[in-house]
């Protein structure tokens, strides 16, 4: 009998910890497709600042109308991400919380190497991408932090003051760059999740998910380091 309750017990964690790895995937997922239009939207600063700032006011006035009323589109787009990151965040404090609690149970099988590095870089990652997030929100979006541009400027002369300065170049490095281990990282985990991660697969899986993280570096780097180069201007 004891056995058994063991048994359902044990089932029912592996369960809920498999669940909860899906809806880590998911809602990672869901982010990496907002990074490519986030990042192939900020390409068009190579088009001029007409082509950029039309852009921007369409976003945030005209997307998506008459499905949505003017204006509408990025409320729902901003509560989907909201929504996403409360998933995301409490995902990640069960994995930690469970591994914590496996770490100090005798009967648990330990961490390889690697998995308990990715684990950690994980962790570290998300921390400063967090604390960058809302410097960079403060930055661009609300206009809170002002680097070198007027509270009515437009998007493209917020992007073209901003990355006069090599500062905010490397602070956007660092962001972007934590980003995308975190995303390289991300789709490795779900790749495991998904179990596609066999002998054979492995080292495509590992190609896979660093050119993931890799492309959508290039492409949010792009404008900053085109900016700094007086490419754009
Ligand atoms: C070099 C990298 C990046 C640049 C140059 C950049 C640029 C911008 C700009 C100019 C805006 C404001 C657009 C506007 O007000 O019209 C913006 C908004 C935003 N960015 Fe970025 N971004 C970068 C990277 C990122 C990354 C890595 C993330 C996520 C981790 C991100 C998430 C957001 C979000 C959520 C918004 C606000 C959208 C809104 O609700 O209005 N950005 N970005």
Redesign the pocket.
């Known amino acids: 009998m004891a056995t058994t309750n063991v048994a359902t017990k044990k089932r029912r964690a592996w369960t809920t910890s498999v669940f909860i790895k899906q809806l880590m995937a998911i809602s990672g997922f869901v982010f990496v497709l907002f ?1 490519l239009f ?1 990042a192939y939207g ?1 390409l068009k600063m190579f088009l001029g600042q007409e082509a950029y700032d039309h852009y ?1 006011e369409w ?2 006035v005209d997307a998506f109308y008459p499905i949505f009323p003017k204006g509408g589109f ?1 409320w729902v787009f ?1 509560a989907a ?1 909201l929504l996403m990151l409360v998933i995301h965040l409490f995902a990640a404090a069960y994995t930690w919380k469970r591994s914590r609690r496996a770490r100090r149970s005798r009967y648990v099988v330990k961490k390889s190497v690697t998995d308990a590095y990715a684990a950690q870089t994980m962790r570290m990652s998300g921390v400063i ?1 967090f604390l960058l ?1 809302v410097f ?2 403060l930055h ?2 609300t206009g809170t932090i002002r680097t070198g541009f007027t509270i009515d400027a437009t ?1 493209y002369e ?2 073209v003051a901003s990355f006069q300065s090599p500062l905010l170049v490397i602070v ?1 490095l660092l ?2 760059g934590c ?1 995308c281990i975190h995303v390289s990282h991300g789709f490795w985990s779900m790749f495991q999740t998904l179990g596609w991660v066999r002998p054979s697969t492995r080292s495509l899986m590992v190609v896979l998910s660093g050119i993931v993280g890799a492309v959508i570096f290039v492409m ?2 792009a ?2 380091i085109a900016i700094a180069a007086g490419f754009i201007s």
């Open positions: 990074l986030h900020n921007a976003l945030k990025i901003r991400m991408i997030f960079h929100i661009f979006t998007p917020r992007m956007y962001f972007v980003a949010f780097m404008p900053p």
